[in-house]
């Protein structure tokens, strides 16, 4: 099991860009699809990108569609999360997480979830 650990966050104007970086360790990391997700204190989760284990598909959601891109290095066990024309109302906490892949079907549940970094856009 992959341990998490997110880093990149902090304080942005509308408009600036963050790029958040997801360290894993353990030597199975590209064994597992990865996602990212955003939780604000007393909100229900919410999905913002995932990708593949090769990294040569990925998807958004329709929010971060078009200002979001998700990447992954596996040489190097790491994930981003590219934020561009960020707003104020993407301001909450950030997670990684890992997801098993069995028989070629993502298991939704993660298995490995990041302690989350915090992104603030001011307006």
């Known amino acids: 099991q992959v341990q998490l650990v997110e880093s990149g966050g902090g304080l942005v104007q509308a408009g600036d860009s963050l790029k958040l970086s997801c360290a894993a360790s353990?030597?199975?990391?590209?064994?597992?699809?990865m996602g990212w997700f955003r939780q604000a204190p007393g909100k229900e989760r919410e999905f913002v990108c995932a990708i593949i284990k090769s990294g040569s598909s990925s998807y958004c959601s329709d929010s971060a569609k078009g200002r979001f891109t998700i990447s992954r290095d596996n040489a190097k066990n790491m994930m981003y999360l590219q934020m561009d024309n960020l707003r104020p109302e993407d301001t909450t906490v950030y997670h990684c997480?890992?997801?098993?892949?069995?028989?070629?079907?993502?298991?939704?549940?993660?298995?490995?979830w990041g302690q989350g970094t915090q992104v603030t856009v001011s307006s």
């Open positions: 997480a890992a997801h098993q892949v069995l028989q070629n079907i993502v298991v939704l549940s993660p298995a490995s």
């Open positions: 353990g030597r199975t990391f590209n064994t597992y699809a």
